[in-house]
Each structure stands twice: as C-alpha cells, then as structure tokens.
C-alpha cells in the first residue's frame, strides 16, 4: 500500500524528471563519452561490480553520525563529520553520473529524481556547514535544524535510487539468474552458408532457450549468450571488432569473444561464454562455460 503511493508519487514528477533527465543525460553521455576511461573507472569496470552502489553507504554513515554528535552537543565532532561526509556525498556523485550517463527510460527519470534529491541535501549540508562553521565556537541551531532536514532528503534520494537498482533494475546483471550447464546441447544457428556457419561475422542461433551470438573463425567457433549483460542489448546486431570482441549495439559495451570479459563498459558484467563443437552427424552443440 505504502509502495503504492510512493511509486505514484515519483510517477508524478515525470512532468519535470522527463525534460529535465533527457538535458542531463544528453550532457552526461556526451562528456563521458569523450573519456571512455574514466567512465569505466568511475562506475567500476576494474571491480566488477558497480562502484556508485558501494560509495553510497559511505555519506549515509558519516551523515547519521553528525546528528549523534549534534545530540550530544559535540559541534566540533559534528562539523568535520559534516565536511567528511559532504566529500563523501562527492565522491559518490561521481560515480553515480557515470552510470546516469547510459541509463534509459524510466529508470533514467527515477535517477533525475534521484539525483536532484541528493543535490538539494548537498545544497542543504554545505549551508550547514557554512553556519557551523561561521558561529563556531558557538553552537549553530540553523546549521543543526538544516542537516536534519538534509538528512530526511538524503534518505527520501536513498530510496528512489534503491528503486532505481531494485525495482526497475538498472545496472544489474542480467544474466544473474543463468547458471553454467554440463549438458551438451544442439545448437541451432539462424544462418547458415551451405552446410557452415558463415565466417567472420555476428550469427545469431539458438540454444534451447537462450540466444547466442557466433563468430566462426575457421573450424573454431567462439560463442556468447546474446543478452547484454548491462541493459538487456541483442549482440548479434552490434559489431564485430578485429574478429575478438563484440560491441553492444544500445551503449557500447564489448566483450572478448573468447571468454565473454568486459573489456569496455557501460557494463561491468562478463559475459556468458559458451563452448561449441561438432556434434556426432552433423551440427553443432554447445555448452555454457563453467
Ligand atoms: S545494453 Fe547497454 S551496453 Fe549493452
């Protein structure tokens, strides 16, 4: 019930989240895309895993603890805590622009909302921070009263975020529910030259119920699962890259088609890899690698 109303409540802010993401996001994309290395040590390709989700935890803290320390009236302790956890909010921010910056759709106006949240708490804590520090020795009742309140926000752009992974599952691994199989299984490619699968570009075939994306170099055939790992983007129409990587062709993300590693982000998932040989009377079969 609660969900419900929340959902509709975000739903409502469509009217400015929409414009406002598009602008945000047409910048964001741009600038990123000037500086692929940076966008893909910023939303954490190097870790595996994306590197705005484990900064986010950090400012939460750090902010919590400037109320303990207001309410036990230690203002010194609760103004560098502040100045930490503004860094820390920074830090974050950066982070989290980087993967704004290849998001589409709704999930893109949960993250403008999102976003525009955490920007009003950080507004909210550096003028905190100024009137803390402007009346310090003395205690500032403004600057306590308005890092409260930067903490309620900060907690309301916590929870559209949290809908930005959770709900609408952005930046999450598609392929999270797809175990490795021992079984060897025909595979059925949508194309064939004569009896073989053409050589040196991105075939499409089917593998019981997954789609994966070929590429035949001479008897070896190197063999992915067709689903991008980022968003969900159909490989077999992106492109082939010196015969070893595919690129997705929604935000260009590549994979080393030997192995399936993410060579180039948004994505900061592998790729499912599948084994292929020739199977007893023709065809082929495959298996995912382990
Ligand atoms: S769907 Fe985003 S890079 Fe493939």
Redo the contacts with the bound molecule.
């Keep these: 019930m609660l969900a419900r109303m929340l959902v509709r409540l975000m739903d409502a802010q469509g009217f400015w989240t929409r414009p406002l993401g598009d602008l945000a996001f047409r910048f964001l994309h741009w600038l990123f895309g000037l500086m692929p290395a940076i966008r893909d040590l910023l939303i954490g390709r190097w870790l595996g895993h994306p590197l705005h989700a484990v900064l986010t935890d950090a400012p939460i803290g750090i902010l919590f603890l400037v109320i303990v320390f207001d309410v036990l009236g230690n203002q010194g302790a609760a103004t560098v805590t502040l100045a930490v956890g503004v860094l820390a909010m920074l830090a974050a921010a950066l982070a989290g622009f980087a993967d704004y910056a ?1 998001t589409d759709g709704k999930a893109r106006e949960r993250a403008t909302l999102h976003s525009s949240l955490m920007l009003l708490a950080l507004l909210g804590y550096l003028i905190s921070l100024a009137l803390r520090l402007g009346s310090n020795p003395a205690p500032s009742g403004g600057g306590v009263l308005l890092s409260v309140l930067s903490f309620l926000v900060l907690s309301a752009a916590a929870y559209v975020g949290g809908d930005v992974v959770y709900v609408l599952g952005n930046m999450v691994n ?1 392929h999270a529910f797809r175990g490795a199989g021992t079984k060897w299984i025909a595979l059925e490619p949508a194309e064939l030259a004569g009896d073989e699968i053409p050589e040196g570009r991105l075939v499409k075939a089917k593998l019981d119920i997954n789609q994966l994306v070929l590429v035949r170099q001479g008897e070896q055939i190197l063999a992915l699962h067709d689903t ?6 159909p ?1 077999n129409e ?1 492109r082939l890259i010196d015969g070893r990587l595919v ?7 590549r994979y080393r088609l030997s192995d399936g590693l993410v060579v180039q ?3 900061v998932y592998d790729q499912p890899s599948y084994e292929v040989r020739r199977r007893e009377g023709g065809g082929w079969e495959a298996r995912r690698r382990a």
Excluded: Y
């Design positions: 290849d598609r991008c790992a980022h968003a969900g983007g490989l992106g690129e997705c062709p929604w935000h260009a993300s982000g948004p994505s």
